[in-house]
């Protein structure tokens, strides 16, 4: 069945330095990845899409690269700020559920001051 | 703006009661679908709808039931309600492929 990994640790960044997040999956080829950010007690928002085609995408302060090869998504934070403080999940269309998705359990992202 | 409402924020029952959660959107999307949320298990699909009438089977259905009469309005039904279903519901909408819109998500507690 399809997997989906997250670094369960959570990342501590200083202000100003670029956040890292990984994602990696197996047993299946999506057609799309997203990225998604959820604040605590609040349901997740959608950040950006990628679909099997593209590289990478970008969107204000954030980048996504899909790796098919590896079978890897990488979500940059350039210049974080303690606002991006949040957890950030991946998902990936599942292989017999339609139009719904398939969620990685989450990184938790802290930024200091 | 999307909009997706769900009927409570906080609910607390009693095992064995049944339980309606209810989801509402505003923006005509086809589909909708019901998430359950837990400390280190992630977003688990319980079910999901693409159409008026029409739902189908996620990962977790064990216990729930949904019902869709109208495109706007996608319900969860706990028919007997256990303290292991106690936990973040999330409803979410989307178009076809595209991203989901989620709820605030309902924190169910079953005593």
């Known amino acids: 069945s399809q997997k989906i990994e997250q670094n369960s640790e959570a990342l501590n960044i200083q202000e100003g330095k670029t956040a890292t997040l990984t994602c990696n999956y197996t047993?299946?080829?999506?057609?799309?990845l997203q990225w998604y950010r959820q604040d605590p007690g609040r349901g997740p928002v959608f950040l950006l899409l990628i679909r099997e085609n593209e590289k990478e995408k970008r969107k204000e302060r954030l980048k996504v690269t899909f790796d098919t090869t590896l079978k890897q998504s990488l979500f940059h934070i350039t210049a974080s700020q303690p606002a991006d403080s949040a957890t950030y999940l991946c998902?990936?269309?599942?292989?017999?559920?339609?139009?719904?998705?398939?969620f990685g359990k989450g990184t938790s992202l802290l930024v200091t001051p | 703006d999307v909009k997706v409402t769900q009927s409570s924020r906080y609910l607390v029952k009693r095992t064995g009661e049944k339980v309606f959660l209810e989801c509402v959107q505003d923006?005509?999307?086809?589909?909708m679908f019901w998430y359950r949320q837990d400390p280190g298990l992630g977003l688990r699909l319980i079910y999901f709808?693409?159409?008026?009438?029409?739902?189908e089977k996620g990962d977790i259905p064990e216990g729930y039931s949904v019902s869709r009469e109208k495109k706007e309005r996608f319900s969860l039904i706990l028919e007997s309600a256990s303290t292991n279903q106690t936990s973040m519901y999330l409803c979410a909408t989307a178009i076809f492929g595209d991203e989901q819109y989620f709820g605030p998500g309902t924190r169910l507690t079953v005593t």
């Open positions: 047993n299946y080829s999506p057609a799309y």
């Open positions: 923006m005509d999307h086809e589909n």
């Open positions: 709808s693409y159409d008026v009438k029409m739902k």
């Open positions: 998902a990936l269309d599942g292989p017999n559920s339609g139009y719904a998705l398939n």
